[in-house]
């Protein structure tokens, strides 16, 4: 028989528990659908079995004895925590339906009473459950193959970093090492080349990831704020403290906070972080209570760490705290075979502004790959979605992208036909690169006959000593 899910039933009355374990047996039976059915008669058990057998279906008892449905729904929110694509079925008493419309609103996707419904009812309601489960998961893994034609590391529902190249397949490693421990991380690179999309996906690849994602830009905030943004404070802390608040750590509790631009946290702050790190404890500007949280610490930065410990304006305790595992996210100049991938990525991001758009021109193109791009990843996506805008035609040209002012920062005033040559020749270095030097292999992937290939490479002078690195080009 077909299988039809596995259940888990939380059930603290073995006889309504036995009846519904008899109702989806019998339903299966006669459907030629089979059942794997575990029971808990509490939630300590249900908890557990919850994480071993990882069930498709719950159905729940939000009234253990007289406690009440509170119980039942603090469960009902700790089992969407833990996967929110589990369908949950919640039992009530007594054609209590506020509470049934309560559960629904918390993530259940049905109701039903233990004591008028139908003894037929809840394998019905167990069965659309399951198909409803298999429909969004297809529909999931659909996704996640389209987004794996981009070419890059998906980390989420629509969430990927792109690209290719051997830079960014080193960094995916490493994110996949460092995601599952509770590590403090800490990210380099400058400015544009994603440091926050590189911690979103550790904190997405991590137990925490259905916590709190909580980021902040330290350098966003003045230093007499950013004490109160990062701890809270309480009433009557400093002026204009009209009431308490809480800070971003309380907020980020059993999840992930990201500290963007690290060294701009002032002495004060600074302290407070290297406790939080040391005893997981603070205490908010102007109070006296301790507050304990559970919270891991990604932080990020475009500066020397080292050089700021060495000059006084960072400690060196809460640098080596910080520095337990690192992560160097490339400049875009040291990938540039990732960006014709990064630049049609934008384009189609963009494109409901310019439905008809097809593409770069070879030109437009060459010039891309060219250029320096010294606001990285960050300025390519402002380039392209300005050329997006403003384009007339089907394909993207020079003109759109602005071509003089970006071969005047990149200081290559080149002729066209000289930057589309440079452009061929990035390509082919990469394909053959890709394929081991495999010449039909390379030509297959390049879409040219193997002949053609051969011509190209004489052409511009391409011999197997030669480096797939395009720094230079």
Known sequence: MPNAGTVLIIEDEPDVLDDHEEALQNYGQK???????????????????????????????????????????????????YDAMIKVIVVTKYGDTNTGLTAIESGACNFIDKFKSSYHELPIMVNAAYEKLQLERELERLKQEKISQIGGYPYGPDQMIVG????????YKQIEQVAPTNATVLILGESGTGKELVAQAIHNK???????????????TSNELLESELFGHEKGAYTGATERRKGKFEQANRGTIFLDEIPELDKSSQVKLLRVLQEKEFERMGGKQIIKVDVRVLAATNKNLEQAVKDGVFREDLYYRLNVCTLSVPPLRERKSDIPILAKYFLNKYKENNKNLKGFQETAMALLTTYFWPGNVRELENCIQRAVISATNDWISVNELKMDELKKFAGKNLPIDELVDK???????????????????AARELDIIESGLRYKMKKHGILRTDSSDLRNL
């Open 31 to 81: 459907y030629g659908k089979e059942y794997q059915i575990y029971k808990a008669t509490n939630l300590e058990t249900a908890d557990s079995m919850l994480r071993e057998f990882k069930p498709d279906i719950v159905i729940l008892d939000l009234g253990f004895g007289r406690s009440g449905p509170g119980e039942g729904l603090e469960f009902l929110k700790k089992i969407r925590e």
């Open 164 to 171: 290719t190249s051997e830079a960014m397949e080193k960094l």
């Open 423 to 441: 452009y061929e020749k990035a390509l082919i270095l990469d394909a053959l690169d890709r394929n081991d030097w495999n010449q039909s292999a």
């Open 206 to 220: 991590s137990e925490r990831t259905n916590k709190p994602f909580v980021p902040v830009a330290c350098g966003k």
